[in-house]
């Protein structure tokens, strides 16, 4: 069956949902999953059983699929069931946002900014210009979600965001820009405590028996550990975890030994979070554009860009205006 025979069929879905459904229906969804049992589910939603075994019923007798199946423990999500459910998840956090948005603007927020930032980007981009923002601008509520880049830029693209900070997309679709505001290059970190803390021009190999904390698979600086740590030290050691969490890392550096290898761009955040330890960038021998990454900016769409992110980037390149 060729992709395009399914649209007729899947129009004739859509329209049934769109007329008959209800979004109590999709709450019960994501409750019968979360709990694994039609009683829980209907408690957990201030139902009757009853209520809730009919608003199954009638979900799925609207899409003419079986979307629960019983087993020995109670129920769970045929394939149906669970694609209608992932994508009910989706619907029901966008709508949790857009109440939050609009609770502030009936509270007294004069406007609302949705804005999605990786770590390092909220912490060297975004912190310090919501300050100067917020001093210009008070009543404007600002929703921030922090996560990685191709999950935010995946809700930028779906409307879900006015704009991401992140480091420059290798592509973005033809109506997104992308703004760079701030070059950034990875650099070695350790504790200060670190017996080469303090040496000049340091060797790689001199780090061969350093205990390292990977960086996360997901984020840009992964490829710099991988590209340098792990194929010039074929025998590095480290830590079972992998983490962009600042706490978690503090945490770690302060281990004998411990070394990591993050972006020049989450210091700022890395020292508020470690001052009573604190830590140093280590003076490696290694080559400038060895260590540089992608630089941190914003993605939007370039049509019906909100004003009031337009003057948040201008502030950023002209803070004193």
Do not use: K, N
Not at 179 to 208: K, W
Not at 242 to 264: D, F, I, K, N
């Amino acid at each position: 069956m060729h992709e395009s025979d399914h649209f007729p069929e899947s129009r004739l879905l859509l329209s049934r949902l769109a007329r008959q459904g209800r979004l109590r229906q999709l709450q019960l969804l994501l409750a019968l999953q979360q709990c694994g049992s039609i009683g829980r589910a209907a408690e957990q939603l201030d139902m009757s059983q009853s209520a809730a075994t009919q608003a199954l019923a009638e979900l799925e007798r609207l899409l003419d699929m079986r979307l629960f199946e019983r087993h020995a423990r109670g129920i769970r999500p045929t394939q149906a069931g669970q694609a209608l459910t992932d994508a009910a998840r989706g619907v029901m956090h966008e709508l949790e946002d857009a109440a939050e948005i609009l609770a502030a603007l009936r509270l007294g927020a004069s406007a609302a900014l949705r804005l999605g930032a990786i770590p390092a980007a909220a912490h060297s981009i975004l912190a310090p210009l919501l300050a100067r923002f917020y001093a210009r601008r008070p009543q404007v509520h600002v929703d921030v979600q922090e996560d990685e880049g191709a999950r935010l830029l995946s809700l930028l693209i779906g409307g879900a965001l006015d704009a991401v900070f992140c480091r420059q997309p290798a592509q973005l679709p033809a109506s997104f820009a992308f703004d760079a505001l701030l070059p950034d290059e990875a650099v070695f970190i350790a504790a200060r405590s670190h017996p080469l803390a303090a040496t000049a021009r340091l060797p790689l190999e001199l780090l061969a028996d350093a205990r390292w904390v990977m960086p996360t698979s997901s984020i840009a600086v992964r490829d710099v550990f991988e590209r340098l740590v792990l194929a010039r030290l074929p025998r590095a050691q480290w830590f079972p975890i992998s983490t962009v969490s600042l706490p978690v890392l503090e945490a770690l550096l302060a281990q004998p030994g411990a070394v990591t290898v993050a972006p020049r761009s989450i210091l700022p955040g890395l020292s508020r979070a470690t001052a009573s330890s604190g830590v140093c960038v280590l003076d490696m021998a290694l080559r400038p554009e060895s260590l540089a990454l992608a630089p941190l900016g914003a993605a939007y769409r370039r049509e019906a860009t909100p004003a009031l992110l337009l003057e948040m980037l201008a502030l950023w390149r002209a803070p004193d205006a």
